[in-house]
């Protein structure tokens, strides 16, 4: 287990170096971060390297023991470079070229960029791919992130993309249904741009934009990662990747995530500033789910917070990104910047180059952390559920009130607050043979791998639980033709009618209910939750296990369907925690998973090996946590007798079956 930070040699005195080297042997800090956004420092005009200096730093970091990811700073490009060749400018959708004012204002697909870029990487990689120091290379910083280009080169190679795909200008026309209004191209020269990356056209065509960009992405990281591995074989390469949104520019990730090649997946963490509020936290650890997918090697926070986060926020972020395999937490950043867009991005030293609490706190996890390495760690999730994500679906759901990631998120934090590990699958890569439960929150757009890998994994004695605002459309975009879930109503025995709008049905409403708010009766349970709209779902074999009444008839809203060997479960609105929790229960309880730590809730557990267990308590008051043995505190050195309290935002980590002279503690 590693903590680290992100180091900027480029950017301080050099009479500064030895000097934060010495404070971070005392924080016990055994990484760091190097070269990220530094291209032109080691190439300040073309084809004249000056690495002399940086030679200096490694040998530095490597004389004090400290280990170096060494990014491969592809971005941003240098201005020397924009000037060679003003191709790869940014263009907005205006058609002006625009100044690199900011970092990664760079067309990534120009082919100019791409020659200087693995240029580079050729000359920083071969020289010290043998260093010492060398722990491994970082692939670009926040790959994707950056607007887009709408110049015509881009549009020229997105036309060649389309045909390289389609083939025909038929097969085009009938994917991007160019009849509607008017739009059909008869040369692929009238391929135009759209005008944003957001669903202001013809969704068709949006869709097939923005995976050209992806590929784009991809086609240079990759070419990035072979350039890598033919100067530096078998070194490891990870990334600063980010859990991007949809008003980010957002790629396919899991191409990368499924071959392997990044032998240390990473990103950078950021939970917020509130110790409180576990809603930055939550979904900071969707993320690295998002970047992880099913990778077995352990995940490397490459960045982490420091900023102005609440005493004790950090700590407590770092010992949750444990329960995903997390091994390292690399501080952004190691001093405040001088200059620059950053330069109130507070980091562990301040300005004057004084340590402040955050550099406390970073040492105290790298002391606590020296302590429990050796007991499981890094802890390698074994997940019997798993839910879906795809980029396809991500873009899809843009039409719909509510996104693919958001419903995602929810069902994550479902199965986060019930200690259970779990898994985002890709099901166009995923084999799903791990699993016995498949959550399936929203995902717009099924195509026909995905959709046989969800019927054989259901045939086979899996568990599906689907949402609403799944298998809308096809690969294309538009809505599939035959019944919904669209190549799968056979598997789920529903058909989907027309959704409802919540809002004006609810004028109808007899039982009180307004607005988005909906009465739902499953079971035994009643319960009152809320959406913009829910499904006409018409069983077709399906059992009805729960309605929605109080409008003007009951309307089926969850589904049961025995399909071969196991289950498929559609859900009529979109994960909404009141319903999920109460289905994702009976569902676990059928397929007889055991149960995470005994905790009370608020509290995040980890049952690393057959003897550590580790606690997270995420709330402001006194937890009382029970054991079924005796139990020795490897974090506060002391013994429990069956059981302890958790003090407010605290951390425990204990050995079970364990005893000692010190009196226990009792909750």
Request: aromatic share 12%; with cysteine; hydrophobic share 40%.
């Amino acid at each position: 287990m590693y903590v680290g930070a992100n180091y900027h040699p480029h950017d301080s005195n050099p009479k500064d170096w030895e000097r934060d080297i010495a404070l971070m042997v005392s924080a016990g800090i055994k990484v760091v971060r190097l070269g990220h956004l530094a291209w032109d420092s080691y190439e300040p005009e073309n084809g004249k390297f000056n690495f002399e200096w940086f030679d200096h730093v490694m040998d530095l970091m490597h004389n004090a023991g400290i280990g170096v990811i060494l990014d491969v700073a592809i971005r941003p490009a240098p201005l020397w470079l924009h000037r060679k060749h003003p191709t790869i400018d940014i263009t907005d959708s205006n058609g002006s070229r625009l100044y690199p004012n900011t970092r990664y204002m760079v067309d990534v697909g120009d082919p100019s960029f791409r020659e200087y870029a693995l240029r580079f990487t050729d000359k920083l990689t071969f020289r010290y791919a043998n260093h010492p120091a060398l722990m491994a290379f970082g692939i670009d910083n926040e790959p994707g992130d950056g607007p887009y280009s709408y110049s015509e080169s881009v549009r020229l190679r997105f036309a060649a993309w389309l045909q390289k795909k389609y083939g025909t200008l038929k097969d085009l026309n009938r994917a991007w249904a160019s009849q509607r209004w008017s739009r059909r191209i008869s040369d692929f020269d009238e391929i135009g741009l759209p005008r944003s990356g957001a669903l202001s056209g013809a969704p068709e065509r949006i869709i097939d934009f923005r995976r050209f960009v992806s590929d784009e992405i991809n086609d240079l990281l990759f070419a990035v990662m072979a350039q890598v591995e033919q100067n530096a074989p078998g070194v490891l390469l990870t990334t600063n990747a980010w859990y991007y949104k949809e008003d980010g520019r957002y790629f396919d990730y899991a191409e990368i995530a499924y071959t392997g090649k990044m032998g240390r997946p990473g990103m950078g963490f950021y939970p917020g500033n509130s110790l409180a509020d576990n809603d930055g936290l939550y979904e900071a650890l969707l993320g690295l789910a998002r970047i992880q997918f099913e990778s077995p090697t352990p995940f490397w926070c490459t960045e982490f917070t420091t900023m102005t986060a609440v005493p004790g926020s950090v700590r407590k972020s770092a010992y949750a990104s444990l329960i995903y395999g997390n091994q390292l937490v690399c501080g952004w950043t190691w001093q405040s910047m001088h200059g620059g867009e950053e330069q109130y991005l507070q980091g562990m030293l301040d300005w004057d180059g004084e340590p402040n609490r955050k550099y406390d706190e970073y040492r105290q996890i790298a002391t606590e952390f020296a302590e429990i390495e050796r007991f499981g760690f890094p802890y390698t999730p074994q997940a019997r559920i798993a839910l879906a994500f795809s980029f396809d679906s991500q873009l899809a759901s843009a039409s719909f009130p509510e996104k693919h990631d958001q419903q995602l998120q929810t069902c994550f934090s479902t199965v986060l607050e019930r200690n259970l590990d779990q898994r985002v699958v890709d099901l166009s890569r995923s084999t799903l043979s791990d699993y016995e439960i498949l959550i399936i929150p929203g995902a717009a757009l099924i195509d026909e791998v995905s959709a046989g890998r969800i019927r054989r994994f259901v045939a086979d004695g899996g568990t599906a639980i689907m949402t609403s605002y799944s298998a809308v459309v096809d690969p294309s975009g538009q809505v599939f033709d035959t019944p919904r879930p669209g190549l799968l109503a056979d598997v789920f025995g529903v058909r989907l009618g027309s959704f409802q709008e919540t809002e004006v049905l609810n004028e109808l409403a007899t039982g009180g209910t307004q607005g988005h708010d909906l009465d739902i009766v499953f079971g035994h349970l009643s319960i009152r939750t809320e959406a913009p709209r829910f499904d006409e779902v018409r069983p077709q074999g399906a059992a009805v296990v729960a309605s929605i009444s109080g409008l003007d008839r009951d309307y089926p809203v969850a589904t049961v369907n025995e399909f071969g060997k196991g289950r498929a479960v559609y859900l009529g609105i979109p994960a909404r925690r009141a319903l999920f929790d109460a289905i994702l229960d009976v569902e676990i309880l059928k397929k007889d998973i055991p149960q995470g730590p005994e905790v009370p809730p608020g509290v995040l557990a980890r049952r690393i090996d057959e003897t550590h267990v580790l606690y997270v308590n995420l709330e402001g008051v006194n937890k009382s946590v029970t054991t079924d043995a005796p139990s020795w505190s490897i974090l506060h050195n002391r013994g429990y007798a069956d059981g302890f309290v958790l003090a407010p935002f605290d951390v425990d980590f204990i050995e079970l079956n364990k005893t000692s002279d010190l009196a226990p503690e009792k909750p």
